[in-house]
């Protein structure tokens, strides 16, 4: 998107000049009033220039990532305030990408651009012990551009300050973005990783199923979430397809091979993920505990949202029953994880935030057989709660809550299934700082 497009759409107010030197002590300024709109992409600028007393601001927002560099771009910028304003005048700028900033700017009758990524009180961020300030520094402003626009140009061959740059913008995004799709929040790959690994609210494992149950269950499920994170509006699909196998005749060890997949939108740009985790359930008490080693693999992509990357997972799940409670039994999970992004291929540029978290899952869920009979089936109500933390690489969130209730139904008496739900109806809720979700589903075993 062209910068002269938005130039003209947008308001224009007085503002003070950011300071370079600034960003690293006081958080980013509100130029132009950008910090009102609603974009997923956000950029405030300003222009001061001291010749001839020339100072304006205005805030500009756009929903992809594409050009987003062009509002450094003198030759643009001079369509609005005019050839000397935009090659003498002070110009500062801050970018919020998708809840990550960049400050940028052009000194008085200075060439050189100067890029940091910084956190949102201002301070310029560290990644392997580097700090994340850049500096292009041409004859004239246009050639600093052009080595900022050729830097990032992922259709070139990468650059070492290209390079780092956007692995700083990566990095910044697990940090501060509460919506990025690969890692540090709630709804990214990584969390949905680590609640495949130990989902309490579905009573799919092994220790849950009846002595005498039959058969090795496919389980197909799917489920819409909607909710919020600061200004961004959350709307997703997940669908799930599970399959369980008997790994020895006479053992009741199972080895699942589950399939979870998803579409997000986020403020009106999409997402999409798929991951594939084997599972080894085995019993070390019958009908009482078992442990569940895992290995899982994620990707993500989002062309509009500049994301791309994949994880992978490796965890061990415990799950304990305790009958008797009541005319219910509770089942106690534990899990342990840990999981590490991967560089992107296909591409000259390591997107790889370079992020290693152990995550840490416990919770309960309490599983209640209903006298009441629905379709002419037993029904069962299950209840469950589980806490999940990071430890590692800094996150956005690295804690969330997840709690949830369900109706299950039964097979019919006279079915060997008849310990087993064969469908069951979810309802749950998922919440962090600053992150809040709602989630509806429907799941089926046969």
Not at 166 to 184: E, K, N, V, Y
Not at 298 to 304: E, F, T
Not at 306 to 333: E, K, M
Request: with cysteine.
């Amino acid at each position: 998107m062209s910068i002269r497009t938005i130039i003209g759409l947008a308001a224009v107010s007085a503002t003070a000049l950011l300071a370079p030197e600034a960003s690293a002590q006081t958080a980013p300024p509100n130029l132009g009033n950008f910090q009102a709109l609603d974009g997923l992409f956000r950029v405030g600028i300003s222009v001061n220039n001291q010749l001839n007393g020339f100072d304006q601001a205005a805030g500009f927002q756009q929903s992809t990532i594409t050009d987003l560099q062009t509002y450094l771009d003198p030759s643009e910028i001079a369509l609005r305030v005019g050839q000397q304003n935009a090659q003498f005048g002070a110009i500062s700028a801050v970018f919020d990408i998708r809840g990550a900033n960049a400050v940028a700017s052009y000194q008085q009758n200075g060439t050189a651009l100067t890029i940091n990524v910084v956190s949102p009180t201002g301070q310029v961020i560290q990644v392997n012990g580097a700090a994340c300030s850049f500096t292009f520094n041409g004859l004239t402003r246009q050639q600093s551009y052009n080595q900022l626009d050729n830097a990032v140009d992922t259709d070139l061959d990468p650059t070492p300050v290209g390079q780092a740059l956007l692995q700083c913008l990566q990095t910044g995004l697990a940090r501060f973005s509460p919506i990025d799709p690969l890692a540090g929040n709630p709804g990214s790959l990584q969390a949905s990783l680590t609640r495949s690994a130990l989902d309490l609210s579905d009573n799919d494992s092994l220790v849950e199923q009846g002595a005498n149950t039959a058969g090795t269950p496919w389980i197909v499920g799917a489920a819409y979430t909607t909710g919020s994170a600061g200004r961004f509006g959350i709307d997703r699909f997940d669908a799930r397809l599970q399959r369980s196998f008997r790994v020895l005749e006479g053992s009741r060890a199972l080895l699942k091979i589950d399939l979870p997949f998803n579409y997000s939108r986020i403020n009106g740009v999409d997402a999409f993920s798929g991951q594939i985790g084997i599972g080894l359930e085995v019993p070390l008490i019958s009908q009482k505990w078992t442990v569940e080693p895992r290995v899982a693999y994620g990707a993500v992509y989002s062309g509009d949202a500049g994301s791309a990357g994949h994880i992978v997972q490796f965890s061990a799940t415990s799950r304990f029953v305790v009958q008797g409670l009541g005319r219910g039994r509770l089942v106690i999970g534990n899990m342990v994880g840990y999981s590490q992004t991967l560089d992107v291929p296909g591409t000259g540029f390591n997107l790889n935030p370079d992020l290693k978290n152990w995550s840490l899952r416990n919770g309960l869920a309490y599983d209640l057989p209903l006298k009441a009979r629905i379709f002419s089936r037993s029904s069962s109500l299950r209840a469950s709660y589980s806490f999940t933390h990071y430890l590692g690489s800094e996150l956005f969130n690295n804690s969330f809550h997840e709690a949830a209730i369900s109706i299950g139904l039964r097979g019919r008496e006279d079915s060997v299934r008849a310990s087993r739900d064969l469908i069951r109806l979810n309802i749950s809720t998922i919440l962090a700082r600053g992150y809040s979700t709602y989630n509806m589903g429907v799941g089926f075993k046969f």
